[in-house]
C-alpha cells in the first residue's frame, strides 16, 4: 500500500491517543509512513495538501470483531461491500473471526483471503484461525502453519467448545508457542437454547433465557487455566456485571488477560427489545441495565481494554422472522465511531480516552503497527467531523447488511476521510 507521494493534512484537530497529543497541528506523510507531525521534515514539499480544517485527525480504528462473511457466506456480504463499510467508518485495521464457510482452519483459505483483502486496497485485514479443526471443538487446529499463512490469533467465535482439556491443551501448546487464544466465554451447557438475557423481559416475552452466570462461570474457568498455563488469552464480547470483577481480579495478579466489548452492549440493554425487535437479536444478548452500566463503568476504568463493532452483516430475510428464529448481530463497521462517541458523551469521557478504546489499545493487545500517529508508523489516519449529523439509513450505509437497532435513527460524527499507508481510500 506504499506510495512515494508527500502529503500534508493541515488545519485539523490531531488526536493521538498513544501519545496524549490533541492539539491542532500538521501531519505530513513520506511514502505512506508518518514522517512528522508539528513542524515539516527538513526539504519536505507536498504533492498533495489535506485540509481538514474544523475536523479531527486521529489514528485509523482497529476494530476487534468484523465479520467479512467470505468465504461461504456471500449471500449475506462480500469482500468488497465490508471493505467499503470498514473504510466509510474509519476503520483501517480489523480482524474477522474464522466462522466462514469454511472456517479458517487452513493455511490456504486465510492466505486466500488475504490476497482478496489485499488487493482491494482499503482496510488492513488480521484473520483469526480456528482453534478447533472445523471449529467443531475436539481436534485442535493447526496453530503453526495457521500464524504463518498471517493469523494473528485463534478463535472458536461461537462455536462451543464443551470440553475444558481440548481447552486445556489447546492453552498449553499455545503458552509454549507465544500464540494468543481469544474465547467468547460462555458456558454451553447454560447457554443452550437461549435468545435473551435471563431477566424480566425474557420472562414476560417468553423468551428462553441465557443467564449472566453461563458468562462468569466460564470466564472462572479461562482465569483458573491462564493462571495454570500462562497462555495469553483474549476475552471477546464481555456481557455481565459479575465477570468483570473476576476479570479485574485477574489483571490485577498479572495474568496476560485482555478483553473487549461490543459498542451495543455499552448503549443497549434487554428492554430495548420492545416487542420482540429481531434487530435488538445478539451474542451475547443485551442484558440488564447493571449489567449495562458496569460495562460502562469497565470501560472507563479500564478493566475492559477495548470497543469492537461486532460488526456481523445479515440478510433481511434472517431478520424478518420471530425473535426467537432471528440470525443474531448487527452490521457495526459504520457505526462503531458515531456510537463510541454517543457512549462518551453519555459518561462524559474525553474523547481522547474514548478514541484511546478503539485505536491504540486495540492495536496494543494485538501487536500491530497500528493505532498510532508515531513517527515511522504506517500512515493510517481517520479525520471526521464530530458534530456532523447523519442518518442511518440502508442508503447511507456501504455495508451490504443493512440490519442495525439504528436504523432510521440520527448519529453524531461523520468520517470525512480515511488514509490507508498514505493513500485517501474513502472518498473512493
Not at 461491500?81 to 474464522?98: D, F, I, K, Q, Y
Not at 455481565?240 to 495478579?253: D, E, F, G, R
Not at 451475547?284 to 470501560?299: E, F, I, K, S, T
Request: glycine share 8%; aromatic share 4%; hydrophobic share 45%.
Amino acid at each position: 500500500m506504499s506510495n512515494t507521494m508527500n502529503v500534508e493534512i493541515k488545519n485539523g484537530r490531531v488526536v493521538d491517543p498513544a501519545s496524549g497529543a490533541d492539539a491542532m497541528q500538521s501531519i505530513y506523510v513520506v511514502d505512506g509512513r508518518i514522517a512528522a507531525v508539528g513542524n515539516a521534515p527538513k526539504d519536505f514539499n507536498a504533492d498533495r495538501v489535506i485540509d481538514a480544517a474544523g475536523k479531527i485527525v486521529c489514528p485509523g480504528l482497529v476494530d476487534l470483531s468484523a465479520r467479512l462473511r467470505e468465504p461461504g457466506n456471500e449471500h449475506k456480504a462480500t469482500l468488497e461491500s465490508e471493505m467499503r463499510a470498514a473504510v466509510a467508518g474509519g476503520v483501517t485495521s480489523l480482524v474477522c473471526p474464522p466462522d466462514t464457510d469454511p472456517p479458517l482452519d487452513e493455511p490456504g483459505l486465510v492466505e486466500m483471503l488475504k490476497r482478496r483483502a489485499d488487493a482491494l486496497k482499503q482496510a488492513r485485514v488480521y484473520p483469526l484461525g480456528a482453534l478447533t479443526q472445523g471449529l467443531k471443538g475436539q481436534r485442535l487446529a493447526e496453530m503453526g502453519a495457521l500464524t504463518e499463512a498471517g493469523c494473528v490469533g485463534f478463535f472458536q467465535a461461537d462455536c462451543p467448545l464443551t470440553d475444558t482439556n481440548v481447552l486445556w491443551r489447546a492453552m498449553q501448546y499455545a503458552a509454549t508457542h507465544g500464540f494468543t487464544i481469544w474465547l467468547r466465554p460462555e458456558d454451553a451447557h447454560l447457554a443452550t437454547g437461549g435468545v435473551a438475557h435471563d431477566g424480566e423481559m425474557a420472562t414476560r416475552l417468553g423468551l428462553p433465557a441465557i443467564p449472566a452466570v453461563a458468562e462468569t462461570i466460564a470466564v472462572q474457568t479461562i482465569v483458573t487455566l491462564v493462571a495454570e498455563t500462562g497462555c495469553r488469552v483474549h476475552l471477546a464480547r464481555i456481557s455481565a456485571a459479575p465477570s468483570l470483577a473476576v476479570i479485574a481480579a485477574a489483571k490485577k495478579a498479572g495474568l496476560p488477560l485482555t478483553c473487549d466489548v461490543g459498542i451495543h452492549h455499552l448503549l443497549l440493554a434487554d428492554r430495548d427489545i420492545g416487542y420482540f425487535d429481531p434487530q435488538y437479536r445478539f451474542t451475547p444478548p443485551l442484558r440488564d441495565v447493571r449489567d449495562r452500566d458496569a460495562l460502562r463503568q469497565g470501560v472507563v476504568s479500564g478493566v475492559i481494554d477495548a470497543i469492537c463493532s461486532d460488526h456481523t452483516p445479515v440478510d433481511d430475510d434472517e431478520k424478518q422472522v420471530p425473535f426467537d428464529e432471528a440470525t443474531p448481530g448487527a452490521t457495526g463497521l459504520e457505526l462503531l465511531l458515531p456510537l463510541t462517541l454517543k457512549f462518551a458523551a453519555e459518561m462524559k469521557l474525553p474523547l481522547k480516552n474514548a478514541l484511546a478504546k478503539i485505536t491504540s489499545a486495540p492495536a496494543a493487545l494485538l501487536g500491530i503497527p497500528a493505532g498510532t500517529l508515531a513517527v515511522g508508523s504506517p500512515a493510517d489516519l481517520c479525520i471526521f467531523d464530530e458534530q456532523a449529523f447523519w442518518a442511518v439509513t440502508p442508503r447511507t450505509l456501504c455495508s451490504q447488511g443493512k440490519n442495525t437497532p439504528w436504523m432510521k435513527r440520527e448519529l453524531v460524527g461523520k468520517v470525512t476521510q480515511t488514509v490507508v499507508g498514505g493513500q485517501t481510500v474513502f472518498p473512493g
